[in-house]
Every structure is written in structure tokens, then in C-alpha cells.
């Protein structure tokens, strides 16, 4: 099955820094790559996900590279604000899985003002 | 309801005692899972459900977890003689797709959080 690891576990930046955060998958038959944000005692949200026939998405301040050879993919956080301050998960998944995503371990980061 | 919504948000269990724990996806999603989340760790999958039909329970840890969707909506997880190994954060997803090779967003519930004493 598939494995999912995540770097760092916790990361803190200064406000306005960027923030980046690493997996990496072992299937590779794996197409789909979301990223949650999760706010203490709150359900993790999708942020941004990414499928397996592009390599870059951007969305405002946040974007998610795919390399498929390598078979990893990053969250890049740029101009962090306070709010951005949660735990960050994230997951992989393909059609042979039936939609069910394999997590990574998550990775806390702090935003000081 | 606009979101997914699970009941109970907290229960506490005796060590033995049966737990049951509800899941109300977002109306018209067809598929179902169910994940375990202990603190400070990842969510953990248990089980699939596509409408009615449990596809996949390869996660469940253990006989005494067992989930059902009878009609393909509400999803109830019971965990039977709780242990304390068995307390963590239960939580529910729900996705608008099924196994037809697309993968849609999971929409998560706010989970239950279980302690067993």
C-alpha cells in the first residue's frame, strides 16, 4: 500500500516568511496529491490538491510542486501571516485506491508575529 | 445541513464499555470513510463505504470495530469492550464521486472524540 512521509514536523517562521513543507509517496501508481489544514480541535479543510498530470499550482499565497519521478510534492506558503498557524497534512491517493487517502504524519507550523 | 456532521463531538467510555458513533455526510455524496486520529498524528484510515456496500475495511484495528451504512447515508462506527489504545479522534469523510478513476475533495466532519478510561 501506499506510504506517505512528511517534513518537518514542526516549523516555525516569522510572519511574512515563506514556509515550506515536504512529502514524499511510494506508490507510484498514485494521481492525487491534497493538501489539509487543520486548526486545533477543527476538521482538517483541502487548502490546494494537485493531480499527477501537472507539476505546479498556485493559489494566491499558496502553491504545490509534484515531482512525479522522484515521487515527491511540497506546500509552498509564501508572505505568512498568524492565521496561517495550524497543522498540515498531506496525502496521497489512486483509482487502484478507490479514492482513500493515505496521510502523511502532519507538520505544525507556527506563524510569530 | 451544508457540511458533514458527526455526533457524539466528545464521549467518554469505561474501559469494556460499547461506543457508537454517528456520521451525517453532505447530502447526495456517495462515498464514505471513516478515519482514526490519534493526537498529534495523522488521520488513519478504517473503512470505505460506496452508497450501502462496505468496500474496504482493511483498516479497522481489530473485531471489535465495526461500521455500517445501511441505507447508503447515515454511517454509524461501533467500537465494542473499548480499550484504552482505542482512544483518539474518529473522524468522518464524505466525497461527492465513487471508484470511477477521479478522485474528488473529502469534506471532513469535525469529528468524535473518543476517551476510554
Known amino acids: 500500500g501506499e506510504n506517505v512521509e512528511q517534513h518537518p514536523s514542526t516549523l516555525s517562521v516569522q510572519e511574512g516568511d515563506s514556509a515550506v513543507i515536504k512529502c514524499t509517496y511510494s506508490d507510484s501508481a498514485s494521481n492525487y496529491f491534497p493538501w489539509y489544514k487543520q486548526e486545533l480541535g477543527k476538521r482538517p479543510q483541502l487548502i490546494i490538491d494537485?493531480?499527477?498530470?501537472?507539476g505546479e499550482k498556485k493559489d494566491q499565497r499558496i502553491a504545490v510542486t509534484l515531482n512525479k519521478t522522484a515521487k515527491h510534492f511540497s506546500l509552498h506558503i509564501t508572505e505568512t501571516q498568524p492565521e496561517d498557524s495550524a497543522v498540515y497534512f498531506c496525502a496521497a491517493t489512486s483509482y487502484n485506491a478507490g479514492n482513500m487517502l493515505t496521510f502523511g504524519g502532519g507538520t505544525r507550523l507556527m506563524v510569530k508575529p | 445541513g451544508a457540511g458533514v456532521s458527526q455526533s457524539p463531538r466528545y464521549k467518554v467510555a469505561k474501559r469494556g464499555q460499547d461506543v457508537a458513533l454517528r456520521c451525517d455526510p453532505i447530502?447526495?455524496?456517495?462515498?464514505l470513510f471513516w478515519y482514526q486520529q490519534a493526537l498529534g498524528q495523522g488521520p488513519e484510515f478504517l473503512t470505505y463505504f460506496q452508497n450501502e456496500a462496505q468496500l474496504d475495511k482493511s483498516g479497522l484495528p481489530s473485531d471489535r470495530f465495526f461500521a455500517e451504512r445501511p441505507e447508503g447515508s447515515v454511517s454509524t462506527l461501533k467500537i465494542q469492550r473499548t480499550q484504552q489504545e482505542d482512544s483518539a479522534v474518529y473522524l468522518c469523510?464524505?466525497?461527492?464521486?465513487?471508484?470511477?478513476?477521479?478522485?474528488?475533495?473529502?469534506?471532513f466532519g469535525e469529528g468524535s472524540r473518543l476517551t476510554v478510561l
Open positions: 494537485i493531480r499527477s498530470n501537472v
Open positions: 447530502s447526495g455524496h456517495v462515498s
Open positions: 469523510a464524505s466525497s461527492l464521486v465513487g471508484l470511477a478513476g477521479y478522485t474528488g475533495e473529502l469534506f
